[in-house]
């Protein structure tokens, strides 16, 4: 990641610049609204001003990520998204970088958030075994190239143009390598209400046997229209 200056036009001073719908990074993308944001990023929709494209660009903050001792996993998460290429899978176009940010410019799913539909009621049958379908595909190629998610979940699911399913976030998405040498993966992450029995038990998992659970979960949800485990106390 080249580190190219802190170019965004419009930008003030301080860890987080308030970034106008006029500002433009690089001078390739115009940024439009703020769609969310976390402990150490915000995401904008954006227009590519040579093609016109929406995307979407994740802004990291490199001092916050410093500060709590995860870049490595930034830098995973970068490599991660771009050795995956599916059509049901957020496509990372580039990463650009200055002093302060790095910026993930992505796939820009116009159709939001699974989660936000499910909200509003039950799928039919159809509809969930087509989502299911989808889900099912990435995931299967995830783990084809080594790549296990692990936060599998209607949040982290987009719809694009044309409602077809998009995974998202690949933030605490494990490889290959992280494996120990007995076989298993032992890092505590993921949302309760999706994540395997043996997570929650502090065991050590199979990152692709426990992605499957969570799909699982996802199938419960787009179906019945409620989790089938909804308990305060998941974790204790």
Request: hydrophobic share 40%.
């Amino acid at each position: 990641m080249a580190d190219t200056g802190d170019t965004a036009s419009s930008s003030r001073t301080g860890d987080w610049p308030e970034l106008s719908s006029e500002a433009t990074l690089f001078g390739k993308y115009e940024l439009g609204k703020l769609l969310g944001c976390g402990a150490f990023a915000k995401v904008y929709h954006a227009r590519d001003v040579d093609s016109g494209q929406s995307v979407a660009i994740k802004a990291v903050s490199k001092k916050k990520v410093l500060k709590g001792g995860f870049m490595a996993h930034v830098k995973r998460e970068i490599a991660i998204m771009r050795r995956l290429r599916h059509p049901n899978i957020v496509k990372l176009i580039e990463v650009l970088a200055t002093k302060t940010k790095v910026y993930f410019v992505m796939e820009f799913a116009k159709g939001g958030e699974l989660f936000t539909r499910i909200s509003r009621g039950r799928f039919s049958e159809d509809l969930s075994r087509r989502y299911f379908q989808q889900l099912i595909s990435a995931v299967r190629f995830c783990h084809s190239r080594g790549v296990f998610h692990r936060d599998l979940k209607p949040e982290n699911l987009l719809l694009d143009d044309n409602w077809n399913l998009k995974i998202t976030d690949f933030g605490l998405s494990a490889v290959t390598d992280q494996i120990r040498p007995d076989g298993l993966l032992h890092t505590l992450c993921g949302t309760p209400a999706y994540v395997a029995p043996e997570i929650l038990a502090k065991k050590g998992y199979d990152g692709a046997k426990v992605d499957v659970w969570s799909c699982g979960i996802v199938l419960y949800v787009l179906h019945a229209g409620y989790l089938p485990f909804n308990d305060a106390n998941l974790m204790v």
